[in-house]
């Protein structure tokens, strides 16, 4: 996206040896690093707490530090915590605010939906932060206000409930699915049927082979975790995932009944290995449980993909590789 502009555009890219001079550039410090699963599902915020020391070990002047990453409520008390701590050690008194600003990118609209945001949820405690953070956005949200300004936790939790949402459409869409199977009726009329209302709307209740990515299974582990955390078994993100699960190997079970025996050794087409349209991202895709079910029974795979087939490759090489060293 910089390098594709005619006049270089006002960014500088920072190393260690420049951390401290970009730092020091910024009112707004975003925190825009991973949180992948850890063993148990839960955020591994190493990266985020990480990155908020480094802030507070070079931050010589006020600052809003923003948590852009998707991390579970608390966090951003985490990242107070973090840098009060910092400062402290340094003996540095510096005054900043933290703020939750979770991202709602779509993969492969990522550009598109930062430019015209359809919403900017905003988390903050402090009056100044808010009109701060709202001239920040204001270039992209001038010919609609889209700005909502809520508590920071409330903030932290939108991203979850978001992804958790529709989530949950897509295994209730499959459910419907399993179950017209059964009983003989159309799922794709039934789709249309329940719609066309606009309380449900059409988005997200396509059937399918599950869902996958970096989001949607990372993140419904983790508001579920979350929640066992304070006591509470939410029983609905559990059968979201386990409906999921099991819905990448609905296909399967029904090649193995339709071929029994004769599957051994056939040739199947395996079209798209993305977990979603333009981008190479096979992250939990269903595409792998079904490479790897399919592989067990002796099928031999030809597979393609017009965005993801490089990566799938590297993949292929990765895990035989990986075969190799255990050998």
């Known amino acids: 996206m910089c390098s594709s502009s005619a ?7 920072s190393s260690q040896r420049t951390r401290p001079r970009g730092i020091d550039h910024g009112l707004f410090q975003i925190i825009a690093v991973g949180t992948p699963p850890d063993e148990d599902g839960s955020a591994d915020l190493r990266y985020v707490l990480a990155v908020a020391r480094t802030i507070a070990s070079h931050m010589n002047r006020y600052s809003i530090v923003i948590t852009k990453s998707t991390v579970p409520v608390g966090t951003a008390d985490k990242v107070r915590a973090e840098i ?3 400062l402290k050690a340094r ?4 005054e ?10 779509k993969e492969g609209a990522a550009i598109e939906d930062f430019m015209k945001p359809d919403r900017v949820v905003v988390g903050t405690d402090n009056p100044r932060t808010q009109e701060l953070m709202r001239a ?10 889209r700005l909502i300004v809520m508590d920071i936790r409330s903030s932290e939790l939108t991203k979850y409930a978001a992804n958790a949402m529709l989530a949950t459409k897509i295994s ?5 699915a399993n179950i017209a199977e059964r009983v003989g009726a159309d799922i794709e009329k039934v789709r249309v049927g329940i719609g066309s209302d606009p309380r449900i709307g059409y988005s997200f209740i396509y059937p399918g082979v599950g869902y996958g990515g970096s989001c949607f299974p990372k993140d419904v582990q983790a508001l579920e975790r979350s929640a066992r955390e304070v006591g509470y078994h939410a029983d609905i993100l559990a059968a979201v995932e386990a409906v999921n699960n099991r819905q990448k190997q609905v296909l399967v079970t029904k090649l193995r009944r339709h071929f029994g025996l004769k599957l051994k050794g056939a040739t199947i087409a395996l079209w798209g290995l993305a977990f979603k349209p333009n981008t ?8 792998r449980t079904i490479i790897e079910l399919l592989s067990k029974d002796g ?10 087939s490089d990566e799938a490759h590297l993949r292929r090489q990765a895990r035989h590789q990986a075969v190799r060293q255990c050998l």
Do not use: C, G
Not at 91 to 94: D, E, K, L
Not at 96 to 105: A, I, K, R, T
Not at 136 to 145: A, G, I, K, M, V
Not at 280 to 287: E, T, V
């Open 172 to 176: 209730f869409m499959n459910e419907l």
């Open 91 to 94: 003996n540095a008194s510096v």
């Open 299 to 308: 099928v031999k795979i030809q597979a393609y993909d017009p965005v993801a």
């Open 7 to 13: 006049t270089p555009p006002p960014v500088a890219w």
């Open 280 to 287: 190479d991202d096979m992250r939990a895709a269903p595409s």
């Open 84 to 86: 009060v701590s910092t």
């Open 96 to 105: 900043f605010d933290v703020v939750s600003n979770p991202e709602f990118l």
């Open 136 to 145: 920040l956005y204001e270039p992209f949200t001038r010919q609609h206000d």
